[in-house]
């Protein structure tokens, strides 16, 4: 036991005197943390070995010359072998520090290398709590490399002087070199397939999943999209919302900012797209139609019909069919649910409208939302023109017509199909 310890010192008190002496010329060289270069005689013992026989002894060392001794009440230090799991396979040792629960599960300090942009290498020291960074990196938390001994083991082997034999130190065992082992290549990453005929590209807000179709989509397929249009569709408005799907079967002009339609855009003409605009778009090989209002029928099958001009407000019922041989103005939410069929003009003011069992407005002329902040409940069928220029409107349901124009700002078209299974399926 008095023999290893003898030995023991007079190991240490070798790499003692060569580090206090390359201290000495580095001192003309500013750094910004005590690197000590020892490598004559970490090759002469082997950086394991070195590290595991005078691990006290150099951590006392480097604590003495950094100005650390005294201060063990906010942290303790560490010496500990460095491992290269880099190119260049460097091995050294160094000086960690921290509290002291986490300073003890540390046993190596990984040196990470990485070559960057203009030539430049980065090297990045990660206190470890395993010897053999091929099992995985496992980083021990606040814990800091506080200075380094550097050595560089690219030679294929290691020189053991023979000191004289007068010498005190004895022969120490060669410590063979470890064999840096390749790091696997990462998988490759998937490239995602562009978008196809039919597959909208993805938009900066989630599309609502729709359940199946109603049988009216089945019949009338026209009645599917969010907007269809059996002439052109324009849409002016700036930072406008389309949740679903847009058909035209002639021309579909978007002219305002912002504008994103989130299931794309779908013309049997032309389809042009301004502004900051990048909506999915696909031309249709084929025309829709809608189906033609039979009025005589709905007369016949209506549970109330008004002659002249009719004006609904806030808390009128509605149950079942309406028929309305005039205008119609909507100005606030109906109570029940049902279907209004109006032979004349529609007008939806700020109040908006809807019932609480849904609503269906079928009209023979044109429908207007013209004034802001209108939030409209209901699926829209015109054989004639809808034209929204109110800003901030909503409309949760659908809209389907002639030409269909939007011009007011932030509005926001939510597709919401199901109102559809209030028309009786032999009127539709």
Same mark, same amino acid.
């Given at each position: ?6 030995l ?9 005197l060569?580090?206090?002496? +390359? ?7 500013p ?26 002894e ?15 009440k ?40 990485? *070559?960057i942009?203009?030539?430049?290498r ?5 206190? +470890?709590?395993?010897?053999n960074?091929?099992?995985? +990196? ?16 690219? /030679? ?5 002087? #023979?000191?004289?034999? /007068? ?5 120490? #065992?060669?410590v ?28 900066p ?50 002219l305002g ?11 049997? *003409? ?5 502004g900051?605009?990048?909506?999915? /778009? ?40 309406i028929?309305?041989?005039? *205008? ?58 809808i ?8 409309? #949760? ?7 269909? /124009?939007?011009?007011?700002n ?19």
């Amino acid at each position: 036991m008095t023999v290893k310890k003898s030995l023991n010192k007079r190991a240490a008190n070798r790499i003692i005197l060569l580090v206090t002496v +390359l201290i000495m010329v580095s001192s003309l060289v500013p750094v910004t943390h005590a690197a000590l270069d020892i490598f004559s005689a970490l090759k002469l013992f082997g950086i394991a070995y070195v590290v595991d026989l005078c691990n006290e002894e150099i951590n006392d060392f480097i604590n003495t010359i950094t100005f650390n001794r005294g201060l063990e009440k906010l942290a303790v230090t560490k010496v500990v072998p460095i491992i290269s799991v880099g190119t260049g396979a460097y091995v050294g040792a160094a000086q960690v520090t921290g509290p002291a629960h986490l300073v003890n599960k540390v046993q190596a300090v990984g040196q990470i290398e990485a *070559d960057i942009f203009g030539g430049l290498r980065a090297k990045a020291l990660v206190p +470890l709590d395993s010897k053999n960074p091929f099992q995985g +990196l496992r980083r021990v938390e606040q814990v800091g490399v506080s200075a380094i001994i550097d050595v560089t083991i690219e /030679t294929p082997s290691v020189s053991v002087h #023979t000191p004289p034999a /007068t010498s005190p130190t004895p022969k120490p #065992t060669p410590v063979p070199v470890p064999t840096p082992q390749p790091i696997p290549a990462p998988a490759p990453v998937p490239v995602p397939t562009p978008p196809q005929y039919d597959q909208p590209i993805p938009t900066p807000f989630p599309t609502p999943v729709e359940p199946s179709e109603p049988w009216a989509v089945r019949k009338w397929p026209a009645l599917g999209y969010a907007i269809f249009s059996t002439g052109d569709i324009t849409l002016r408005g700036n930072n406008l919302k389309i949740y679903g799907r847009i058909r035209s079967n002639d021309d579909c002009d978007v002219l305002g900012n912002n504008i994103v339609i989130s299931g794309g855009i779908y013309a049997y *003409d032309s389809i042009s797209q301004f502004g900051n605009n990048r909506n999915y /778009t696909s031309r249709v090989p084929s025309r829709l139609s809608l189906p033609d209002i039979k009025w005589n029928d709905w007369q016949r099958w209506a549970n109330r019909s008004f002659r002249g001009n009719l004006t609904l407000q806030t808390g009128a019922p509605l149950d079942g069919i309406i028929t309305v041989d005039g *205008d119609l103005t909507l100005d606030g939410y109906l109570q029940g649910g049902g279907v209004i069929v109006v032979k004349g003009d529609v007008k939806i003011t700020r109040r908006g409208s809807g019932a609480p069992h849904g609503l269906v407005i079928w009209a023979e002329n044109n429908v207007f939302i013209q004034e802001a902040n209108a939030d409209v409940r209901a699926a829209i069928i015109s054989k004639r023109d809808i034209t929204i220029s109110g800003s901030n409107v909503k409309v #949760t349901g659908l809209l389907a017509g002639r030409n269909i /124009t939007i011009s007011g700002n932030n509005a926001e078209i939510t597709p919401d199909l199901w109102n559809l299974e209030l028309i009786p399926s032999n009127l539709l």
